[in-house]
């Protein structure tokens, strides 16, 4: 039986490699070899694990009962190799949520360790992007809630980062950010994007007032959809402008010193009530614009708050963490 958990309104699957065999998919002995030939049986385990049954979907749900699945570990011991497959069949090089949920799920199986920290490494089949991407996770308490510190690494700026081409030089708040003419054409105040690489690429628009947010629900009419798919997804699922390997979508709109409010169109996903690593690519941004300074900060979106903290050093950003729980549904 396929286990659900919730981390801030983002639901994943987790399930062993044999699990997945068990269902008759052809998963390859390695995670390193199941990335690589991820075509020959990602979608199969996304039907087999994510669909949902006849009757099941309760009235204006998404099209699976997940915002994808993830499969691990491919080991007794850390470090965990493990693989995120989105619902659209490929592999995600990092997720926030994701890794919170996986450690959640190694916890209850008595495989995280409670003190120091564990690796988790994502293997994936983006040419660009290094595989397996490591990320460091440690059982902590944050505001005298247990569950997980993520260390996500330094993030990377602009449009090189993420592989964005065809996107215009602009000005924002003093600070050079670019302009993504499918986003300006769709709305006007879209117009001031930050590229972020968290490991994967993020495109933060920063807006001047929360009206120019999108919600969830308008991100899911079909016409704004179909926009975004393009602008977001890798062919054949989109577009691939302005990144060949697509780019999950952000907006960001400054509330306080230390809070951003934010919403979400996931690459290979859509619209997500959630994601670390888009939190953590919006408060990046937010530094990176002069919204916030280093140290903790508080990202807003319709699942829940995201704890961030933001190390500085000479002037860089060189150091972003993540904070989060996971529940079993």
């Given at each position: 039986m396929t286990q659900f958990y919730d981390a801030r309104g983002n639901v994943y699957g987790v399930v062993s490699p044999t699990q997945v065999r068990e269902h008759g998919v052809d998963l390859p002995a390695s995670a390193a070899?199941?990335?690589?030939?991820?075509?020959?049986?990602?979608?199969?385990?996304?039907?087999?694990?994510?669909?949902?049954?006849?009757?099941?979907?309760?009235?204006?749900?998404?099209?699976?009962?997940?915002?994808?699945?993830?499969?691990?570990?491919f080991q007794?011991?850390?470090?965990?190799?493990?693989?995120?497959?989105?619902?659209?069949?490929?592999?995600?090089?990092?997720?926030?949520?994701?890794?919170?949920?996986?450690?959640?799920?190694?916890?209850?199986?008595g495989l995280m360790p409670v003190d120091g920290d564990c690796l988790l490494l994502v293997h994936h089949d983006k040419p660009a992007g290094r595989s397996p991407l490591q990320t460091s996770v440690r059982v902590a308490e944050f505001e005298e809630v247990q569950g997980f510190w993520l260390d996500l690494g330094q993030p990377l700026f602009g449009p090189q980062a993420v592989g964005?081409?065809?996107?215009?030089?602009?000005?924002?708040?003093?600070?050079?950010?670019?302009?993504?003419?499918?986003?300006?054409g769709l709305n006007p105040a879209w117009g001031h994007s930050q590229f972020v690489s968290m490991g994967n690429p993020h495109c933060v628009t920063l807006v001047d007032n929360p009206e120019a947010l999108p919600s969830n629900s308008q991100m899911?009419?079909?016409?704004?959809s179909r926009s975004l798919t393009r602008i977001a997804y890798a062919a054949p699922g989109g577009g691939g402008v302005p990144?060949?390997?697509?780019?999950?979508?952000?907006?960001?709109?400054?509330?306080?010193?230390?809070?951003?409010?934010?919403?979400?169109?996931?690459?290979g996903?859509?619209?997500t009530?959630?994601?670390?690593?888009?939190?953590?690519?919006?408060?990046?941004?937010?530094?990176?614009?002069?919204?916030?300074?280093?140290?903790?900060?508080?990202?807003?979106?319709?699942?829940?708050?995201?704890?961030?903290?933001?190390?500085e050093a000479g002037g860089e950003l060189v150091r972003v963490s993540l904070f989060g729980t996971a529940r079993l549904l």
């Open positions: 070899q199941a990335a690589q030939l991820r075509e020959s049986w990602a979608a199969a385990a996304v039907q087999a694990f994510c669909s949902w049954a006849p009757g099941e979907a309760p009235p204006d749900a998404k099209g699976h009962r997940s915002d994808g699945l993830l499969v691990g570990p007794d011991a850390p470090p965990f190799d493990l693989l995120i497959v989105n619902t659209d069949g490929t592999l995600a090089e990092r997720s926030g949520n994701g890794l919170t949920i996986f450690s959640q799920a190694l916890r209850e199986q964005a081409q065809e996107v215009e030089r602009v000005i924002f708040n003093q600070r050079d950010v670019s302009r993504v003419a499918g986003l300006h899911r009419e079909p016409a704004l990144c060949l390997a697509g780019v999950n979508l952000q907006w960001a709109w400054r509330e306080g010193d230390r809070r951003i409010v934010a919403r979400v169109f996931e690459r996903e859509g619209p009530a959630s994601s670390g690593t888009s939190a953590s690519a919006v408060a990046s941004a937010a530094w990176r614009v002069g919204w916030v300074k280093a140290g903790a900060v508080s990202v807003v979106m319709p699942g829940g708050t995201a704890p961030i903290l933001l190390t």
